[in-house]
């Protein structure tokens, strides 16, 4: 079992928050003493705060910046395919 407070600012994550979770796409904004503002990549951005001993059953990996410049590449490619299709709907 890890926790929050092992995570670094500036980094992205592959998560599993609880045994049975799906893995999750993370990035760590900012910390304060006790906190960590947190990115979760899902359908649509969510932002949140977490405390630094809140529990993660499993860190997957830290990604390289070589992944996050890929993953970037291909998230931002969806999104805008989903605006002109929102576009063309009206």
């Known amino acids: 079992m890890?926790?929050?407070?092992?995570?670094?600012?500036?980094?992205?994550?592959?998560?599993?928050?609880?045994?049975?979770?799906?893995?999750?796409?993370?990035?760590?904004?900012?910390?304060?003493?006790?906190?960590?503002?947190?990115?979760?990549?899902e359908d649509q951005l969510v932002t949140g705060w977490r405390k630094k001993g809140d529990p993660i059953h499993d860190i997957v990996e830290c990604l390289t910046d070589d992944h996050v410049a890929s993953w970037e590449k291909a998230y931002n490619d969806n999104q805008e395919q989903d605006s002109y299709q929102e576009e063309d709907e009206e």
């Open 2 to 41: 890890y926790s929050y407070g092992l995570l670094e600012p500036g980094c992205y994550y592959l998560v599993q928050e609880k045994k049975d979770d799906s893995i999750k796409l993370i990035k760590v904004a900012t910390e304060t003493d006790h906190c960590l503002y947190v990115f979760y990549y």
